[in-house]
């Protein structure tokens, strides 16, 4: 890191949380791709969410039930701590 970035990023920290939520969404936003690339990201990953629904609906996916899932997380969170 240079000296200049090391300076803002130290002076970004001394902002309050909405300050700095505001101003790391305006640095993500400047590294995404175009406007336009961004549109199509979008409509296909709406195009995706609409598809899994369909298969929901029509019964061609399985689910889980949200208590039976959070119980598998917790579990598997159990064993990975020391």
Not at 31 to 39: F, G, N, R
Not at 44 to 51: P, Q, S, V
Not at 53 to 74: A, C, N, R, Y
């Amino acid at each position: 890191m240079t000296a200049e970035v090391d300076e803002i990023t130290q002076a970004a920290l001394t902002l309050d949380d909405e300050d700095r939520a505001a101003l790391a969404s305006a640095l993500l936003a400047s590294l995404d791709e175009s406007a336009e690339d961004t549109h199509e990201i979008e409509a296909a990953w709406n195009e995706e969410i609409e598809d899994r629904i369909d298969q929901i609906v029509i019964g061609g996916s399985d689910t889980v039930p949200w208590e039976e899932l959070k119980l598998e997380i917790s579990e598997r969170r159990a064993r990975r701590q020391p």
